[in-house]
T-cell receptor
Framework: DGGITQSPKYLFRKEGQNVTLSCEQN?????MYWYRQDPGQGLRLIYY???????QKGDIAEGYSVSREKKESFPLTVTSAQKNPTAFYLC??????????FGEGSRLTVL | AQRVTQPEKLLSVFKGAPVELKCNYS??????LFWYVQYSRQRLQLLLRHISRESIKGFTADLNKGETSFHLKKPFAQEEDSAMYYCALHTSGTYKYIFGTGTRLKVLA
């Protein structure tokens, strides 16, 4: 089954803990993205990566970190420095040109 | 600065009525614009893009560079059109996509 897989679907975290969200794609896409989706604010770009071992900050990168060691994988770490981490996180990928393909999302709740 | 504006958070129409979801953008370069849709319990997916100039599920959108708009239209709304709609701008020469805040469309029976 091809596509983008995000895990876990739901995640709970205590304040002060780091947490890593997984994003894997088997579409052979070069570019990968992380967005945060909040009610009334739409999708805001956290990080994106055009190729392996390269990534750029988006509009709201503070408190987040990423890595791109493999083409298929683009994990996002939500660090304790992120002041308001409770949100719905969407991962996407894109071939050289064209549309974004999205995962089903991960909902993070900080207790 | 690049920006995408969707002025309506919620749009309610009756089944069979025309629908127009507004999208305005701010970008000095040559824009590539998209409409994405998120149905209940489904992932966000592409509805249409301005380059293809096609109609998908009865929806069309025309890029108006003079008014910097890319409004989504459908002549006769169906209940299954109820969803969240996002307008997105791709800035040329980059991999960056910018999304609007979204419009929730409710089609009433």
């Amino acid at each position: 089954d091809g596509g983008i897989t995000q895990s876990p679907k739901y995640l709970f975290r205590k304040e002060g803990q780091n947490v890593t969200l997984s994003c894997e794609q088997n579409l052979n896409h070069d570019a990968m993205y992380w967005y945060r989706q909040d009610p009334g604010q739409g999708l805001r770009l956290i990080y994106y990566s055009q190729i392996v071992n390269d990534f750029q900050k988006g509009d709201i990168a503070e408190g987040y970190s990423v890595s791109r060691e493999k083409k298929e994988s683009f994990p996002l770490t939500v660090t304790s420095a992120q002041k308001n981490p409770t949100a719905f996180y969407l991962c996407a990928s894109r071939p050289g040109a064209g549309e974004l393909f999205f995962g089903e999302g991960s909902r993070l709740t900080v207790l | 600065a690049q920006r995408v504006t969707q002025p309506e958070k919620l749009l309610s129409v009756f089944k069979g009525a025309p629908v127009e979801l507004k999208c305005n953008y701010s970008y000095s370069g040559s824009p590539e614009l998209f409409w994405y849709v998120q149905y209940s319990r489904q992932r966000l997916q592409l509805l249409l893009r301005h380059i293809s100039r096609e109609s998908i599920k009865g929806f069309t959108a025309d890029l108006n560079k003079g008014e910097t708009s890319f409004h989504l239209k459908k002549p006769f709304a169906q209940e299954e059109d109820s969803a969240m709609y996002y307008c997105a701008l791709h800035t040329s020469g980059t991999y960056k996509y910018i999304f609007g805040t979204g419009t929730r469309l409710k089609v009433l029976a």
